[in-house]
């Protein structure tokens, strides 16, 4: 049983560029969360994804988009990208209601240059 | 404003001893509480929770303490194992979306 998996592992690009990454969720997971992890820091939470639908949002702006596709797999863009937006980006799955253990991916390391 | 901090860092435990990573809090609108760990070029793995009606869950090695009045989580694995060197993260829960907060980390060593 795969766990979840996240494409691509690393990314570099330039100052106003936009990115997408993308995250398949565990089987059987049905919610996606996206969260950005800082250097020295502590994973945020961007957004979380369920039935197709943002079902609640972090402390980031607009710039920072999703999507889930009918397969629970989601991708997360990040426009007009700035230095430091420079993190890496976890995905992390679950399902179900109440206490719920989220896994989380390997990551995708953004570099903005 | 940091809601969740992890104030240490680092430590470092000797093999065989009790490593306690420690963990405070802001808001009590969490309900649940988790610890994480995480290793180089590997997303966050579950270790250990508890819930904000009890004050103590053990699991095997690792158990956690809930102190609601003090607003303080914390974390014993005893014995340490060299093994358990990674990063720690205690993580709190809330919101319909149940979607977490973490601390910064403490980066624990367990020396052979």
């Known amino acids: 049983d795969a766990g979840v998996t996240q494409s691509p592992t690393h990314l570099i690009k330039t100052r106003g560029q936009q990115v997408t990454l993308r995250c398949s969720p565990k089987s059987g997971h049905d919610t996606v969360s996206w969260y950005q992890q800082a250097l020295g820091q502590g994973p945020q939470f961007i957004f979380q994804y369920y039935e197709e639908e943002e079902r609640q949002r972090g402390n980031f702006p607009d710039r920072f988009s999703g999507h889930q596709f009918p397969n629970y797999s989601s991708e997360l863009n990040v426009n007009a990208l700035l230095l430091g937006d420079s993190a890496l980006y976890l995905c992390a799955s679950s399902s179900g209601q109440g206490f719920n253990e989220q896994f989380f991916g390997p990551g995708t390391r953004l570099t903005v240059l | 404003d940091q809601q969740v901090k992890q104030n240490s860092p680092s430590l470092s435990v000797q093999e065989g001893r009790i490593s306690i990573l420690n963990c405070d809090y802001t808001?009590?609108?969490?309900?649940?509480f988790l610890w994480y760990k995480k290793y180089p070029a590997e997303g966050p793995t579950f270790l250990i929770s508890?819930?904000?009606?009890?004050d103590k869950n053990e699991d095997g090695r690792f158990t956690v303490f809930l102190n609601k009045s003090a607003k303080h989580l914390s974390l014993h694995i005893v014995p340490s194992q060299p093994g358990d060197s990674a990063v720690y993260f205690c993580a709190l829960q809330s919101g319909s979306a149940r979607q977490l907060t973490f601390g910064s980390g403490t980066q624990l060593t367990v020396l052979p």
């Open positions: 508890i819930s904000s009606i009890k």
């Open positions: 808001n009590s609108m969490f309900d649940y």
